[in-house]
């Protein structure tokens, strides 16, 4: 095909392609573009650092947590959040090998009002409805409760996943968590992070009480958190205490295996005193092999359980 020249085109077609061409050269080789140039290869770079101030500044904002608040802890997070989760108030589904598919919680009471904002990745914090003082206190007065009785057998040490908190840790683990660290509460807001089975995140996400870790995505974001890692919300009275330590009870079991309120253990003789009005020891059995994860019941060994489970 031959090349169309310029003396080829039809006149109200080569004015206005010289008019553009002839300004575009004029423009290029004014002061005005020169000075433009300039003014914007000063500005750019100054935007960029008020930008990064301000954001860097809001990370040191968020309070101590597992990432050190330097310039370099700060350039991780921020790698981090490029391949964090978009929503982290989308529940996990349970994976088919994890037994029992159901988990500790059958149900919890809706939170009441909205969603609290939460900023950050490690550390990551509410920034509204935080716990007021008095509040928290019988917040950690129940965990050291729990921590008190010796048949739960929990410890209270630094969190492992914090560095900076008081955490509860299991002298049993079954489902393989940092050391054994069931959940550490934030005294600056209230609010906790814990290791659920993916059935009791997801009643915790759907009435409103917690959401996802941005990074608890499975893989290779094991090394930083579970994949069933929660953000709790801080509670905000004395009632929403209670509903906090219900899940960390879950949390507990999850993790252990122990039922601190023993109410697992109970659920399960009704079901098995009620299979076996139906059918028999055998299905008495099989519904005992099938729940033994979630109680003490004899017989039971934590160790085919914590093979089948895997780690969290």
């Known amino acids: 095909m031959e090349l169309l020249h310029q003396s080829s085109l039809p006149s109200f077609i080569i004015s206005p392609i010289s008019y553009l061409y002839t300004d575009s050269a004029l423009l290029t080789t004014s002061p005005t573009y020169h000075l433009l140039i300039r003014f914007l290869t000063l500005l750019i770079p100054v935007i960029a650092f008020l930008y990064l101030y301000r954001d860097y500044q809001s990370f040191l904002s968020l309070g101590p947590g597992g990432t050190p608040s330097t310039p370099l802890g700060y350039a991780k997070i921020k790698i981090l959040s490029i391949v964090s989760l978009r929503n982290p108030c989308r529940p996990l589904p349970v994976p088919p090998h994890f037994r029992p598919q159901n988990g500790y919680l059958s149900s919890l009471p809706r939170r009441e009002g909205e969603r609290p904002v939460v900023r950050g990745i490690a550390p990551q914090r509410q920034q509204t409805q935080k716990s007021p003082a008095g509040v928290y206190e019988i ?97 905000r ?76």
């Open 139 to 235: 917040l950690v007065e129940k965990l050291r409760e729990l921590a008190r009785d010796p048949e739960n057998k929990l410890v209270e040490r630094t969190s492992c996943f914090e560095k900076h908190s008081s955490g509860l840790f299991t002298s049993v683990p079954l489902t393989r968590t940092c050391r054994g660290e069931i959940c550490h509460a934030h005294p600056s807001d209230g609010s906790l992070h814990m290791t659920l089975h993916p059935a009791d995140a997801k009643v915790v996400i759907e009435n409103e009480w917690g959401e996802r870790h941005p990074l608890a995505k499975g893989g290779w974001f094991r090394r930083f958190v579970p994949r069933e890692f929660v953000l709790v919300y801080a509670p």
């Open 237 to 312: 009275s004395d009632e929403e205490v209670e509903t906090v330590v219900r899940i960390v009870d879950a949390g507990v079991w999850w993790v252990s295996g122990v039922d601190v309120r023993k109410e697992r253990i109970e659920n399960l003789e009704k079901e098995q005193r009620r299979m076996k009005d139906v059918g028999g020891e055998n299905v008495t059995r099989e519904v005992s092999q099938k729940e033994c994860w979630a109680c003490r019941v004899h017989g039971c060994g934590r160790g085919g359980v914590g093979r089948m489970v895997g780690d969290a």
